[in-house]
């Protein structure tokens, strides 16, 4: 092996450790809330770092009757699936019509969506309270799955908008010969086209509003409208924290993001990559 053959071999060695040590750090935030899930109380006090000498299940059993997990679970599918398709829908028909138009109100409507997803949530939290009340909206599903939608169409569009641009128009002068209007070629030609940004777009606007906890903190106080989220915050109060409880609610609520991740991460790469080369 020549000295040149043996310094790649050595850095590329180097890097490869470095990447697995930098995998297992990742990794690490996975390991305390397993771990942890499975201890009594007084074991995760003295240390919680340790792996468990054995696995206390009753952490799962309380979880589940404390936090009613089947009504929870139930809450955030429900708030997660009709916000995202909503946004997909809206968002892509938005986009595909900035596009496919493009005059001074298209790219000023872009403009606006592109400012959008700068301002800080917090700094527009409260009057999106007490317009939300005005408009009978607190404590409903279909008041936070209205705000969820308001903010997440910026990133949306932004993402859809250039992706859009690389569906042939003539596709679409095609089907409009064949006697399609102007619904049926949006449906039937571009939205099949833009499925790989439309995954990417699901994913992260999923896992976006799953893990969220401060606006339904805001808008949802009744228990039985309470996401996975706010489910895990009744383990915590001024006289009590019940880690096991909350760790093992917090792995029961990762189990399905999870699986959905895992199920469709592939899109992911692919679809960020053609959307920002591509128009």
């Not at 899930?37 to 009757?65: D, L, M």
Request: glycine share 6%.
């Amino acid at each position: 092996m020549t000295p040149t053959q043996t310094r790649y071999v050595r850095t590329y060695l180097v890097v490869e450790i470095i990447i697995i040590l930098v995998g297992l750090l990742f990794l690490a935030p996975f390991y305390f809330v397993l771990a942890n899930a499975v201890k009594p109380f007084g074991a995760i006090i003295e240390n919680a770092a340790s792996f468990p000498e054995t696995f206390y299940w009753q952490n799962f059993a309380e979880a589940w009757r404390v936090v009613q997990f089947p009504r929870v679970l139930m809450n955030s599918l429900i708030v997660t699936s009709f916000s995202i398709g909503g946004m997909v829908i809206m968002g892509a028909m938005a986009a595909w019509r900035m596009v496919r138009r493009p005059h001074w109100v298209s790219r000023s409507m872009f403009v606006l969506y592109v400012a959008a997803m700068v301002i800080p949530f917090q700094s527009v939290m409260i009057p999106m309270v007490k317009v939300a009340s005005v408009l009978n909206m607190i404590n409903t599903r279909y008041g936070v799955i209205m705000i969820y939608f308001g903010f997440g169409m910026p990133l949306t569009v932004f993402l859809l908008h250039g992706f859009v641009k690389s569906v042939p128009r003539e596709l679409e002068e095609s089907a409009y010969i064949d006697g399609c209007t102007t619904w049926q070629s949006f449906f039937r030609i571009v939205l099949p086209l833009l499925q790989t940004m439309v995954v990417t777009v699901i994913i992260l606007q999923t896992l976006w509003i799953w893990n969220d906890f401060l606006l339904p903190l805001l808008v949802l106080f009744r228990r039985g409208l309470h996401t996975i989220p706010l489910g895990i915050f009744r383990f915590f109060g001024q006289y009590m924290d019940q880690w096991g409880g909350a760790l093992a609610t917090l792995t029961m609520g990762m189990v399905p993001i999870v699986a959905f991740f895992l199920s469709l991460q592939k899109y992911i790469i692919s679809g960020v990559t053609s959307g920002s080369v591509k128009g």
